[in-house]
């Protein structure tokens, strides 16, 4: 059974941080894209940090460059997001997409990942508060 199991979400203050985990099972974590995305109520979804297959190559929009980062353990078939400098227009729920990738090294760049309606397997979400 392929499972994406987000969790870390929480309640923090504005400027602080949470670490979101995103858990791999049931498919091979290597050949697969990884993406971070949410999505606020009356909001559209967006992308929010991507990393290719491997971990080589992430991607972040500017409004997340410098807090977001997004890494990624094969070992542990686990995707992190480290936020800081939380602020209340990053409330949320979030949710990892795995995404296969059939390339050699890989295909999708994460900025196409993040760009991307269609992906392969979608987690449930994890919410994010962040109180001013």
């Known amino acids: 059974e392929v499972q994406l199991q987000a969790s870390g979400g929480g309640l923090v203050q504005a400027g602080g941080s949470l670490r979101l985990s995103c858990a791999a099972s049931g498919f091979t974590f290597d050949d697969y894209a990884i993406g971070w995305f949410r999505q606020a109520p009356g909001k559209e979804r967006e992308g929010v940090s991507c990393?290719?297959?491997?971990?080589?190559?992430?991607y972040y929009p500017n409004s997340m460059k410098g807090r977001f980062t997004i890494s990624s353990d094969n070992a542990k078939n686990t995707v992190y997001l480290q936020m800081n400098s939380l602020k209340p227009e990053d409330t949320a729920v979030y949710y990892c997409?795995?995404?296969?990738?059939?390339?050699?090294?890989?295909?999708?760049?994460?900025?196409?990942?993040?760009?991307?309606?269609?992906?392969?397997?979608w987690g449930k979400g994890t919410l994010v508060t962040v109180s001013s």
């Open positions: 990393i290719s297959k491997g971990g080589g190559s992430t």
């Open positions: 997409a795995a995404l296969l990738d059939r390339g050699g090294s890989y295909y999708y760049t994460p900025v196409t990942v993040c760009g991307r309606d269609g992906m392969d397997y």
